[in-house]
T-cell receptor, first 114, second 109 residues
Framework: DTGVSQNPRHKITKRGQNVTFRCDPI?????LYWYRQTLGQGPEFLTY????????KSRLLSDRFSAERPKGSFSTLEIQRTEQGDSAMYLC????????????FGQGTRLTVV | KNEVEQSPQNLTAQEGEFITINCSYS?????LHWLQQHPGGGIVSLFM???GKKKHGRLIATINIQEKHSSLHITASHPRDSAVYIC???????????FGTGTRLKVLA
């Protein structure tokens, strides 16, 4: 399968715990995006990488959130000291720098903070 | 006001009906995207448009750049079309997507 892969698909955690999600983009894609989607809403942009460089971060990405893409391939999104408001679907997408930037999405990681 | 507005938010149709979902946007764009999201979360790209009209099977997407408006049409709707349809725009530079809130479509047999 050469699509965007996200792990885990589901995560239930207690408030205050740290969680980490992983995204494996399509192998030749140098752009990688993280989005967050709460129930009944469209996804919202969190952050963007071009290769290993994190070039843009949303104001939604508080100090408790950190994202990395150490070798320009897979990416991780960590949330520290989770809060109930962090419960959402976290979506990863990737695209090529060349062209119009059509993005391909992973299946998402659904986080529930209890 | 959101940068991308969709209507309607919810739509119930009988099998075979012609369906239209509308999207308007207020920012400069490099492209407009129509996406489909099924329960479980995965998002699939249906169309990417920068002008004119595209057709794929029973789906048709149009865009009017001057009016900053796009429509997604489904002809001869079927229960398997039931999903959330999301309009998004991408802007030049990072090409990040700005999403509408989605239209939840239910097609009844």
């Amino acid at each position: 399968d050469t699509g965007v892969s996200q792990n885990p698909r589901h995560k239930i955690t207690k408030r205050g715990q740290n969680v980490t999600f992983r995204c494996d983009p399509i192998s030749e894609h140098n752009r990688l995006y993280w989005y967050r989607q709460t129930l009944g809403q469209g996804p919202e942009f969190l952050t963007y990488f071009q290769n290993e460089a994190q070039l843009e971060k949303s104001r939604l990405l508080s100090d408790r959130f950190s994202a990395e893409r150490p070798k320009g391939s897979f990416s991780t999104l960590e949330i520290q000291r989770t809060e109930q408001g962090d419960s959402a679907m976290y979506l990863c997408a990737s695209s090529l720098v060349q062209g119009a930037g059509e993005a391909f999405f992973g299946q998402g990681t659904r986080l529930t903070v209890v | 006001k959101n940068e991308v507005e969709q209507s309607p938010q919810n739509l119930t149709a009988q099998e075979g009906e012609f369906i239209t979902i509308n999207c308007s946007y207020s920012v400069g764009i490099s492209a407009l995207h129509w996406l489909q999201q099924h329960p479980g979360g995965g998002i699939v790209s249906l169309f990417m448009l920068s002008s004119g009209k595209k057709k794929h099977g029973r789906l048709i997407a149009t865009i009017n750049i001057q009016e900053k408006h796009s429509s997604l049409h489904i002809t001869a709707s079927h229960p398997r079309d039931s999903a959330v349809y999301i309009c998004a725009v991408s802007t030049s530079g990072t090409y990040k997507y700005i999403f509408g809130t989605g239209t939840r479509l239910k097609v009844l047999a």
